[in-house]
């Protein structure tokens, strides 16, 4: 027997639309009955499909590239303004992190109440004005504001992105379609760094923000030739603004804590007060999602078991994905005293290993199933942070301490991150992939933003006494977080994949 709830005057309450007698059988990841089940015979993809699929996964390459792009850049920005702080500084990249997480909620629900192709092409022009002003922002406060403007693009962009490509895949190929969907902005983002350096050794920092206005705006272009329209579906109540608000303070306070705690001293009465009032906030952004008619957050969707499972792993590992990419090219730079030049081609091996990873295992879960790779993917990780751990010291020796862990943790993340969005994606009705997409996104966001504050406070300076220890430290704490996902991964999907189960 299942029974699922219905709210007929909320498009977002229930999963379902009546109350229900019908014995059906629950999903299971890994038969053929599961939503997510490898198929012998894989259906064949409409042309139109693909060309839609690439629209959408090259207008997440902007999103993906922003968040990491800065990285390389820190240095150049923070002497172009020498009156403002590194911490200051370091806002311009954990703000594009919190504001991208506030917004993703919002921009889901834009998406399936006004329609996902108009959305997702309002974010890639918003993103184009954006990149503009960043360019051109004269203070570091204009700057952070205008890639807080970015974050707001982004927040529109990705989750409409993979609601317009999925209706014109059969359920058979869906795993490729969001495997290489959910590729596109983290290897892009992976890639950043090295694009950053060369475009550092040829101009200056503005220029990485500036080359993703005609980006933006080639696939501004290629949407509106490209991508249908879906219905959206009809609203009956206002959307939970006041839950935005209290959702976007709530995860900037708690950075602030973090990143600001190691100047302010953590046992500092604001550092404990930004702390609590961080988590007040986001506990008042959940009572929000919980009694809103029409939340940002819709909590009905952890009750199927498939998607809080995916979120949870997601948002841990989260705290490695992309604060890796920070750490990285701090420890060439500090500590190995590489170029920007060097750095960006010494990190091209990780993106290079992930992108054959996630096209390879994307298809081999359109036909066996997605579990043993979501479950491989973290191990990977882990072997990968932990190396860098136990092996790399002072003396630089790329090709035998560094190399072999970047092509691990391409190889893990390959695994293992696309296919836990087809988990979240696969076990809802499609008329919820929009808001389900933003919210995988959301929560990977917001654990870049904490992972990326909580780096930041570990390693402090660079002219620090102990920069190894405190690198070690890092990687320590990258090696729990991929840890906790390890276990989450093993959490059986299959019993009671329903909305009340």
């Known amino acids: 027997m299942v029974a699922t709830e219905s709210e007929p005057h909320s498009p977002s309450g229930g999963l379902t639309v009546e109350l229900t007698t019908e014995t059906r059988p629950e999903p299971d990841l890994a038969s053929p009955s599961g939503p997510l089940a490898g198929r012998g015979g894989l259906e064949k993809v409409p042309a139109r499909a693909w060309r839609a699929l690439a629209v959408a996964s090259l207008g997440t390459v902007v999103v993906g590239w922003n968040s990491t792009a800065t990285n390389i850049a820190f240095r150049d920005i923070a002497d172009s303004f020498p009156a403002s702080s590194a911490t200051t500084v370091s806002w311009v990249a954990s703000g594009y992190l919190i504001g991208t997480a506030a917004f993703l909620p919002l921009g889901g629900r834009l998406a399936d109440r006004l329609g996902r192709r108009r959305i997702f092409l309002s974010g890639l022009a918003l993103f184009a004005v954006s990149a503009i002003l960043s360019a051109l922002a004269p203070t570091v406060l204009i700057l952070i504001a205008a890639r807080g403007l970015q974050a707001l693009a ?22 490729s379609a969001i495997g290489l969907w959910s590729a596109a902005g983290p290897l892009s983002a992976a890639f950043a760094p090295g694009l950053s350096a060369w475009l550092l050794s040829v101009t200056d920092w503005r220029w990485v923000y500036a080359i993703s206005t005609p980006i933006a705006l080639v696939m501004f272009v290629a949407g509106l030739l490209i991508l249908e329209e879906l219905e959206p579906e009809p609203g009956h109540h206002r959307l939970d603004l006041l839950g935005a608000a209290l959702g976007t303070a709530g ?6 804590a973090i990143s600001q705690g190691s100047d302010w001293g953590y046992a500092s009465p604001w550092t404990i007060l930004a702390a609590l009032e961080g988590v007040a906030a986001l506990g008042g952004f959940l009572a929000m999602s919980l009694h809103h008619p029409e939340p940002l957050l819709n909590v009905r969707l952890f009750r199927l078991r498939g998607v809080w499972v995916a979120n ?9 994905s992309l604060p890796i990419w920070l750490v990285w090219p701090l420890y ?26 996630t096209v390879l295992f994307s298809r081999l ?48 993340w390959g695994m293992c991150i696309p296919q836990l969005n087809s988990m979240a994606v696969a076990e809802v009705e499609q008329r919820f992939w929009g808001e389900t997409n933003a919210t995988f996104n959301t929560l990977r966001y917001a654990g870049a933003a904490v992972g990326t504050a909580g780096a930041i406070a570990i390693l402090g300076s660079e002219d620090r006494p102990d920069l190894l220890e405190a690198f070690d430290r890092s990687f ?19 019993a009671r994949s329903s909305p009340d189960g």
């Not at 979501?374 to 932990?386: D, K, Y």
């Open 365 to 412: 879960s359109d036909r066996i199933g997605p579990r043993p790779f979501i479950r491989l993917g973290p191990l990977f990780m882990m072997i990968s942070v932990m190396w860098c751990f136990l092996r790399l010291d002072a003396t630089p020796n790329y090709w035998a301490e560094f190399a072999p862990s970047l092509g691990l943790f391409g190889l893990g």
């Open 154 to 175: 982004g927040g529109m962009v990705l989750p409409a992105s993979l609601a317009l490509v999925l209706p014109g895949f059969p359920e058979s190929r869906r795993s």
């Open 476 to 494: 320590l704490f990258f090696a729990v977080s991929i840890l906790i996902s390890a276990v989450l991964v093993w959490i059986p999907v299959r």
């Open 312 to 320: 949870a792993a997601n948002f841990f590992i989260s705290f490695v």
């Open 251 to 256: 995860i900037g306070l708690v950075v602030l």
């Open 332 to 357: 060439l730079g500090w500590v190995w005293d590489y170029s920007n030049q060097a750095v960006g081609l010494g990190l091209t091996a990780g993106p290079v290993c992930a992108g054959i990873s």
